[in-house]
């Protein structure tokens, strides 16, 4: 199974298992795969975070929107006002919860 970011919407979130940890990616701009990263060496604490790809073979790294099983997920993640690349392990489950807005009361 593979989720791709541009596919989804605004609050939508994606659960990501790996051999290690568990993350969940609050989706807050699609278009540009970026959200809210929470879990694993993050904790409970949501930073801001853009999916990118892990480059392979030496190659400068590509921007991916997807999030496959049996791959790794790379987010460039604000951590204290730095900037800091996260690198998962493998990926063993990804799950998707749609979201929708709820209206604003007045």
Known sequence: MAISI???????EIFIRTDFSVYRFHVTDPTNCKGLLSG???????HDARLEEVPTNDQRPQF???LEIGGCASFHVYVRNCLKRLTTSVIREVSLVRRTQTPTEC
């Open 40 to 46: 694993g060496v993050l904790g409970n604490l949501e």
């Open 6 to 12: 541009k596919d989804l919407k605004q609050l939508d």
């Open 64 to 66: 991916s929107p997807k």
